[in-house]
Nanobody, 119 residues
Framework: QVQLVESGGGLVQAGGSLRLSCAAS????????MGWYRQAPGKQRELVAT???????RYVDSVKGRFTISRDNAKNTVYLQMNSLNPEDTAVYYC?????????????WGQGTQVTVSS
């Protein structure tokens, strides 16, 4: 089992910044990919960014150039630095950890942290 604890959400004005953190514990040796998803009211959960254990990153187009995902493997923590926030970024942000082995892959989710951007 893997436990994920998120922190760093809150209320910010448009143009501001927030940094989300997600600390993993438990059977973390099996974790390869970590990342963030978000879900806005009335919308489906969408991928925001992911990072592999080797540092390869992937972003949804709407956050490219504004958000940066990083990972501290020694602390088993993944971060999401969010700059130039706009109201469309308002959502509950969920941390994701993907166990690749043993097959099949399995997704672990955090409890979510609310990010609200006011105009």
């Amino acid at each position: 089992q893997v436990q994920l604890v998120e922190s760093g959400g809150g209320l910010v004005q448009a143009g501001g910044s927030l940094r989300l953190s997600c600390a993993a514990s438990g059977s973390i040796a099996s974790i390869n990919i970590m990342g963030w998803y978000r879900q806005a009211p009335g919308k489906q959960r969408e991928l925001v960014a992911t990072i592999s254990s080797g540092g390869s990153t992937r972003y949804v187009d709407s956050v490219k150039g504004r958000f940066t995902i990083s990972r501290d493997n020694a602390k088993n923590t993944v971060y999401l630095q969010m700059n130039s926030l706009n109201p469309e970024d308002t959502a509950v942000y969920y941390c994701l950890a993907v166990r690749m082995e043993p097959r099949p892959p399995y997704n672990y989710w955090g409890q979510g942290t609310q990010v609200t951007v006011s105009s």
